[in-house]
């Protein structure tokens, strides 16, 4: 569209020029020009042609010039193709993949972990006696000890955002 009035604009500033200078000078413009006999076109019947043609020119080259500027402001307000791009990209997920396109935002289901299976502590003491396997014929049992073992007495652990004990 804006190529098809720049166009237009042209001619009709072209043709403008041609009017203007085909037009008789009428004298009064700095000593230029004569009086009755300079004109290219004398006679008032072509005189009056060519002052409408002038002023539809004019008109022509006005209109043409206000919607020019209409429509490059709004192409100047539109985003180029380097702002969509950086738009897009902003609004893209970081962790999807190059290339995928961007669906609407789903917050995928909760992964389910399966039950954890609590292995004895083989360091804590037993509260049951371990029943002894039965020992194959024509061997001895293992020695067992008997004495359950004994945890360490815990040590309280000083607190940092406790006061210092003033000393």
Known sequence: ?????????????????????LQRSEGGALGMGGGGTGGLISGRGAANVLVRTTMILAA????????????????????????????????????????????????????????ATTAPDPLAPSTTPASPAPAPSGATPPAQDTAPAQPAPAQPTPDPLAPAPNQ
């Open 60 to 115: 022509v080259f006005f209109a043409t010039s206000v919607l020019m500027t209409r429509l490059n402001a709004e192409q100047a307000r539109a985003p180029t193709e380097l702002e969509r791009g950086l738009q897009e990209q902003q609004n893209r997920d970081p962790f999807s993949l190059p290339g995928a396109t961007p669906g609407p935002a789903t917050t995928p289901p909760p992964a389910t972990t399966p039950p």
């Open 1 to 21: 569209m804006l190529n098809v009035l720049l166009v237009i604009h042209l001619i009709a500033c072209i043709a403008l020029v041609f009017a203007v200078l």
